[in-house]
C-alpha cells in the first residue's frame, strides 16, 4: 500500500510543479461556465422558469459545479498510457513490483487532490460573484458529495484507462477514444442534465455508467437529491465501479500477454 | 542453483505483410529460436549481437514483460511472466533507451518511490540510497528534476535506482549507450565494485567491447535468434582469429613494405598518406604490441600510432561465418 500512496503523493507533487498551466486551466473552466450558463440561462427563459425540475438558479449552479469538478474528476482523460505501449516505455512500468492499474489509479487520485483547490474553486467563485450559487445549507449533502466524488474520480480513471488498455492490441487508439468522449460528453450529463433528456434516451444514459461520472456528484452536491437517494446513487457508483475494475483487469490480464513491446 | 534458466526459449512476432496494393498477410517473424543458457549466482555475462540478433526480445522475456512462444525461463526461482511483480523485488532492470525515473520530479524523489514498491522500510532504503548517491557522485543533481539531467548524471541515478534494492541479479539493457568515456568508465568501474562486494549477477547487452571486457568473464553471443557462442571473452577472440591493427605515423615517408622486417605473425596490411601512415595487424596471442612496434621503429622514425581492438560486430560476423561453413 505504502507504494500506491508514494505514487500518489509524487503525482500530486508533479501537477504541482504545472502552476502556470493550472492557472490557465481554471480560466479555460471559468469562461466556459460562463457561455454554457448563459446557454442553459437563456433556454430555462425561454421555457418559461424551469425545465426538468431545474429553475434557472439549480441550472447555473449545476454548470458551476460541473465546470469546477471538470478538471478534479479527469472528464478529459489522459493518453498516459497509450503513450507509454506506443514508445515501449511501457517495460519500465511493467518492470516494476506494482500492479499496474493500481499504480495509474494511485496516480490519479494524487493528481485529483492536486486539481481540486486551483481547478475547482475559480469556477465557483465566477459562478458565485455572477449567478449566484443555490448550495444546501447542511453537512449532508457534502459529506456524500465527497464520498461520490472519490468514486467518479475513479469511475473516469477506470474508463479512459479501458480505452488507454486498447493499446495493447491495437496501435491507434484515437477512433475509439473520440468515440468514447462523445458518449461521455453526453451521457454523463455534461452537457445537459441527463434528466432532460427525452425518456429513451434518459433510460440508455442510466444503463451505463456515464451519469454516476459527473451528474451523480453534482446533483448530490447541489443538494437535488434528498439523503436516502444520494446514498442510493452512491451505491450505484460503486457498483459501476466494480464492473469496470474487473473490465479493466480482465483487460490488463489478457493485453499484457498479448503485448509487444515497441523498439529495442 | 543457477539464477538463470534458460531452456529451449523461443519468441516469434507476427507482422503484416502488404501483398499488392489492399492485401496483407501475416508473417512469422523468429526474433529467438530455441536459445539455452544458464547464469550462475555472481557471474558477470555479456550478451552480445548486431541490432535486431534478438538480444532485447531476450531480455523482455526474462523480466517477463514478453511472453515466450515457446520453452521455458527461470530467473530468481521464479516465472518471469506470471510472477513478474515478485521477480521485480529480486532483480534490477536499466534499460539504456528508457527512464524509470519520475521525469518531471528531483531526482532525489524518485528513491523514496522505489523504495515503498519494494517494501522496503525508510531506514532499511535511506542508507542504501546514501550509498549509492555517493558513490555514483550524484550529490550535486539530486534536487535536478530528471529532465534537467545529462544522459550520463540520468544513467548513474537509473543505476542507482536499479540497485536500491540490492538485487541478485542486474540486467543492462546497453547500459553505456550515447555515455562520453568517463562517464563509461565510472559507471563500468562500479558495477564491477558492485559485483565484488556484494556478489551481484550482472547481465548486460552493450555494442561496447571495452564494456564486455571490463566487467564479463563469460559472454554469449547472440546471432539470428540463436546462441552462436558461450565462454571466455578470450576464448571468443581465438576461436574468431581475432587481430589487433597498429596504425603508425611516420616522421618521413617510407614507400615499401619490404623495408620493414616484421616479426613473424604480423602481416603489413595496407600504406596511406604517401608512405607516412602504414597499418600492420598481428596476432595478440603470439605478439605483443611492444614487439610490433619495436620492429617499425628500428626501420623509420615513428610520430605517432594508434591501437585498434577488434569490434563486437566484426567479431560476430566472423563468428557466424565460421558458423555457417
Known amino acids: 500500500m505504502r507504494a500506491y500512496w508514494e505514487l500518489a503523493k509524487s503525482s500530486f507533487r508533479r501537477h504541482s510543479t504545472y502552476r502556470t498551466a493550472a492557472v490557465a486551466g481554471a480560466f479555460t473552466n471559468s469562461v466556459f461556465g460562463l457561455i454554457r450558463a448563459s446557454l442553459l440561462l437563456s433556454a430555462i427563459t ?7 425540475g431545474y429553475s434557472a438558479m439549480e441550472a447555473a449552479t449545476y454548470v458551476w459545479l460541473g465546470q469546477a469538478l471538470l478538471a478534479p474528476l479527469g472528464l478529459f482523460g489522459n493518453t498516459e498510457l497509450a503513450g507509454r505501449v506506443k514508445s515501449g516505455d511501457i517495460a519500465v512500468d511493467l518492470s516494476r513490483s506494482v500492479n499496474l492499474t493500481a499504480s495509474y489509479w494511485a496516480q490519479d487520485l494524487g493528481r485529483a487532490a492536486f486539481d481540486v483547490l486551483p481547478r475547482g474553486l475559480p469556477p465557483l467563485i465566477v459562478g458565485a460573484l455572477v449567478t449566484g450559487l443555490a448550495m444546501p445549507g447542511t453537512p449532508g449533502p457534502y459529506l456524500l458529495g465527497f464520498v461520490s466524488i472519490l468514486a467518479a474520480i475513479s469511475l473516469n480513471f477506470l474508463g479512459f484507462f479501458a480505452i488507454n488498455l486498447l493499446s495493447f492490441w491495437v496501435l491507434e487508439i484515437r477512433g475509439f477514444w473520440m468515440l468514447y468522449m462523445v458518449l461521455m460528453n453526453l451521457l454523463s450529463g455534461f452537457l445537459v442534465p441527463v434528466t432532460w433528456f427525452p425518456d429513451w434516451l434518459f433510460d440508455f444514459a442510466r444503463a451505463t455508467p456515464f451519469p454516476s461520472m459527473l451528474q451523480t456528484p453534482v446533483d448530490i452536491l447541489a443538494g437535488r437529491t434528498d439523503g436516502a437517494e444520494s446514498l442510493a446513487m452512491v451505491c450505484l457508483q460503486f457498483l459501476w465501479l466494480a464492473v469496470l475494475l474487473v473490465v479493466v483487469q480482465v483487460m490488463v490480464r489478457f493485453g499484457s500477454r498479448k503485448l509487444v513491446v515497441q523498439g529495442g | 542453483m543457477p539464477i538463470i534458466e534458460v531452456d529451449n526459449l523461443s ?20 526474433a529467438v529460436r530455441g536459445i539455452d543458457f544458464t547464469v550462475e549466482p555472481g557471474e558477470a555475462v555479456g550478451y552480445i549481437g548486431a541490432n535486431g540478433a534478438g538480444k532485447s526480445t531476450t531480455i523482455k522475456m526474462l523480466t517477463g514483460v514478453l511472453v515466450p512462444s515457446s520453452g521455458r525461463v527461470t530467473v530468481c526461482g521464479f516465472n518471469p511472466v506470471p510472477q513478474r511483480k515478485a521477480l521485480a523485488r529480486k532483480i534490477g532492470v536499466v534499460f539504456g533507451q528508457r527512464s524509470q525515473l519520475w521525469w518531471d520530479l528531483p531526482l532525489q524523489d524518485s528513491y523514496p518511490i522505489l523504495g515503498a514498491m519494494h517494501r522496503m522500510s525508510e531506514a532499511d532504503w535511506r542508507p542504501r540510497f546514501r550509498d549509492l548517491a555517493d558513490q555514483m557522485d550524484l550529490g550535486e543533481f539530486l534536487t535536478t528534476p530528471v529532465r534537467q539531467l545529462s544522459l550520463g548524471q540520468r544513467m548513474r541515478g537509473e543505476v542507482a535506482a536499479a540497485l536500491l534494492h540490492r538485487p541478485e541479479l542486474v540486467i543492462l539493457d546497453e547500459p553505456t549507450i550515447g555515455l562520453d568515456m568517463i562517464s563509461k568508465e565510472k559507471l563500468r568501474q562500479f558495477l564491477d565494485a558492485e559485483r565484488r562486494d556484494n556478489g551481484t549477477t550482472l547481465l548486460l547487452t552493450t555494442h561496447d567491447m571495452s564494456d564486455i571486457q571490463r566487467l564479463c568473464q563469460r559472454v554469449l553471443v547472440v546471432d539470428d535468434g540463436a546462441i552462436a557462442y558461450d565462454g571466455p571473452l578470450t576464448g571468443l577472440a581465438e576461436v574468431t582469429g581475432a587481430v589487433r591493427t597498429m596504425v603508425v605515423d611516420l616522421a618521413a615517408p617510407v614507400h615499401s613494405a619490404a623495408l620493414f622486417s616484421l616479426p613473424n605473425g604480423a602481416v603489413h596490411e595496407g600504406i596511406e598518406a604517401d608512405g607516412i601512415r602504414h597499418s600492420v595487424t598481428f596476432d595478440p596471442r603470439r605478439l605483443s604490441a611492444a614487439t610490433v612496434l619495436a620492429a617499425i ?5 615513428v610520430a605517432d600510432l594508434s591501437l585498434h581492438e577488434p569490434d563486437i560486430e566484426h567479431l560476430v560476423r566472423q563468428l557466424y561465418g565460421r558458423a555457417r561453413r
Do not use: D, L, N, Y
Open chain 2, 11 to 30: 519468441r516469434e512476432f507476427q507482422i503484416m505483410e502488404p501483398v499488392g496494393r489492399f492485401r496483407r498477410r501475416k508473417k512469422a517473424v523468429h
Open chain 2, 297 to 301: 621503429s628500428s626501420t623509420a622514425e
Open chain 1, 46 to 52: 425561454t421555457a418559461g422558469g424551469a425545465i426538468g
